[in-house]
């Protein structure tokens, strides 16, 4: 089984910044793909970024490209997520997730989720 651990929320101004971790532990990781999501209250879990261990690409969805920024940390077993330039309208609690398929991680699917850790943004 997968474990992630996420840390690194709290309450920034716009345009400010934080930056979350992921902690894994379980079951090896080679071939899995890590991801983030966020949840804002009234609103469905969306997908933030994404990319895999073994390296290669990185993915976003289109409301953080340019200020976020996913990466990782094979030796430690950490994802990161840095964001900048906040915005209120990132508000949520965000999830770290993590699954051997990309595909499925995007949509949503992992067979893993971390406890989430809240951000909030003030105007």
């Known amino acids: 089984q997968v474990q992630l651990v996420e840390s690194g929320g709290g309450l920034v101004q716009a345009g400010g910044s934080l930056k979350l971790s992921c902690a894994a532990s379980?079951?090896?990781?080679?071939?899995?793909?890590m991801g983030w999501f966020r949840q804002a209250p009234g609103k469905e879990r969306e997908f933030v970024a994404a990319?895999?261990?073994?390296?290669?690409?990185?993915y976003y969805a289109d409301s953080v490209k340019g200020r976020f920024t996913i990466s990782r940390d094979n030796a430690k077993k950490m994802v990161y997520l840095q964001m900048d330039s906040l915005k209120p309208e990132d508000t949520a609690v965000y999830y770290c997730?993590?699954?051997?398929?990309?595909?499925?991680?995007?949509?949503?699917?992992?067979?893993?989720w971390g406890q989430g850790t809240q951000v909030t943004v003030s105007s």
């Open positions: 997730a993590a699954d051997p398929s990309l595909g499925r991680l995007n949509q949503g699917l992992s067979v893993a």
């Open positions: 379980g079951r090896t990781f080679s071939n899995y793909a």
């Open positions: 990319l895999r261990w073994s390296g290669g690409s990185t």
